[in-house]
């Protein structure tokens, strides 16, 4: 599952922190106007009861029912008053007025105290401290009971109006929240897509700077970071270009240094053998000079031909064969020269054709170099097995023999140029196998055997992608 980005994150975070603080902050101020509105209206019917308790005075002294129905009929003007009850000490009802609206109610009572006339002024105070120094005689009551539906109504309203407003505020919050996250996340993602693009080869990509101090901060810092890094990429391939140049001209005096080694050993028997012949033209073991200046010229235009396929190698030429019938032939090819007559071959190539995609002059010189490796390692005389697999997608070829095997030190590197256990031998052969089974882009290994001699693998793919032997890529068409 894919993690959630910055954007999301903050715009997550920043949902939760406005919506408890908003919602925190309106249920705090609808609580406190609850409160405000609650305790002004319980004050106000508080009042009222105070004021017919004082009014009611003389009524309850005089015993007037008249006068106090009318001061509760008066009183019940007010709105949200349900019912007015007047009471004497004795709590008989002297005076009572009500009419019908919807509840819930609450009751407030307030009680009628016999005062004196300086007293009167102080009558609206609940509880005054100066009436608790002189406690003054309680002639009655006054009971009012009251409507509470309009106050809870408009409690209900506002805390509803509230909480729109509430949710209202958060949301443009929100929305104002999510630009600013967007416009800090934005240089971000195109900093990552930009990076994707270099990485997948436009290196001339570059970032635009933003507005923003910042992220324009990073983007300058990214793009001087890209152009370091092309700077570098360019002085890398120029020390590579350096190095190659140097190592092909430490190759060529290697080349020259094996030339002129293998072919000064040739010119000093030919010069001899010519020395002898002007010596004595007429003498009839000239011919035998005249082989041995033959055989060396030989040995040397093959040195010259190592040296060349090696150095320059030809680019494969690729059709549909029958490898395996292009390997029968490879083989009674080699089993005819002189070199082979003392070597018998064994082994199994299947009768049905194994049409592979390859290049059969290249591979039969490759073949060939492997063949005469292993008649080498017989010394003129043994057996050479050659056995081939046709499978689905991989044609396999095992040559074995059993010679005198390979040192096992030199088994990791009998691929590799120069590298020769032959007094005569110019470690190119196997080199070049291995540079022509590369470009049809198989495999090839060595091991000794259990017994004697070595055994070599190749596997190449019957349609494989191929490159050509300078290493180019390319694919079969």
């Keep these: 599952m894919k993690s959630p980005g910055i954007h999301l994150r903050l715009l997550v975070t920043a949902l939760l922190v406005i919506s408890l603080t908003a919602f925190t902050l309106g249920a705090i101020g609808v609580k406190m106007f609850h409160d405000f509105a609650q305790n002004r209206f319980e004050e ?14 003389l009524g309850i002294l005089i015993d007037q029912r008249s006068m106090l129905n009318q001061l509760a ?69 006054v009971r009012i009971i009251y409507s509470t539906s309009q106050i809870n109504s408009l409690l209900k309203t506002i805390t ?45 990509r570059r970032m635009i700077p933003g ?30 270009q350096e190095m190659s140049r140097q190592n092909l001209l430490a190759e060529m005096g ?16 030919i010069k001899s053998s010519f020395d002898l012949l002007k010596k004595d033209p007429a003498d009839p073991s000239n011919s035998v000079l005249i082989g041995y200046i033959e055989e060396e010229i030989q040995r040397i235009n093959g040195l010259i031909e190592d040296f060349l396929s090696f150095a320059k190698p030809a680019k494969p030429s690729f059709r549909v ?29 299947p009768e049905m054709s194994c049409l592979s995609y390859l290049d059969p002059d290249l591979f039969r010189r ?17 057996m050479i097995f050659v056995d081939a697999v046709c499978k689905e997608d991989i044609w396999e070829v095992d040559i074995a023999d059993d010679g005198c ?14 590298i020769t256990t032959r007094a005569k031998g110019t470690g190119l052969g196997l080199a070049y196998t291995a540079q022509v089974i590369s470009a049809h882009s198989g495999s090839i290994s060595v091991v000794n055997r259990a017994q004697k001699g070595a055994r070599f693998k190749i596997e190449i793919p019957r349609e494989p992608k191929t490159i050509d032997l300078f290493g180019k890529d390319g694919v079969k068409e």
Excluded at 180 to 202: D, F, M, W, Y
Excluded at 328 to 337: A, E, P, T, V, Y
Excluded at 369 to 377: D, M
Excluded at 405 to 418: R, V
């Design 44 to 57: 106000r019917f508080e009042f009222l009861a105070r004021y017919l308790a004082l009014n009611s005075e």
């Design 73 to 141: 009929k008066n009183l019940l003007a007010e709105e949200d008053l349900a019912k007015v009850r007047i009471y004497n000490s004795a709590d008989e009802i002297l005076a009572e007025a009500s009419k019908v609206i919807s509840g819930p109610y609450t009751t407030v009572e307030a009680p009628v105290r016999l005062k004196t006339s300086s007293e009167e002024s102080q009558a609206f105070f609940w509880e005054s401290p100066s009436l608790a120094e002189e406690p003054l005689d309680i002639i009655g009551k």
């Design 160 to 204: 509803v109006w509230y909480l729109w407003f509430t949710v209202g505020l958060a949301a443009v919050c929100l929305l104002i929240f999510f630009f600013i996250s967007r416009s800090l996340v934005s240089p971000l993602t195109r900093l990552a897509q930009t990076a994707r693009k270099v990485g997948a080869g436009e290196l001339q």
């Design 211 to 240: 507005n923003i101090p910042e992220t324009r901060e990073v983007s300058l810092a990214f793009n001087a970071m890209l152009d370091s890094l092309e700077k570098g990429r360019k002085a890398v391939e120029k020390a590579n």
């Design 254 to 269: 290697k080349f020259s240094m094996m030339i002129a080694h293998e072919i000064k050993n040739p010119l000093s028997i």
């Design 321 to 349: 064969v029958d490898a395996n019938n292009m390997l029968r032939d490879c083989i009674d090819r080699f089993g005819r020269m002189d070199t082979t007559k003392n070597i018998k071959f064994k082994g199994h190539i």
């Design 366 to 382: 490759a073949i060939d170099n492997i063949l005469k490796n292993a008649v080498e390692a017989c010394s003129g005389s043994g």
């Design 405 to 418: 095997g390979i040192q096992e030190n030199m088994l990791d590197k009998i691929f590799n140029p120069f």
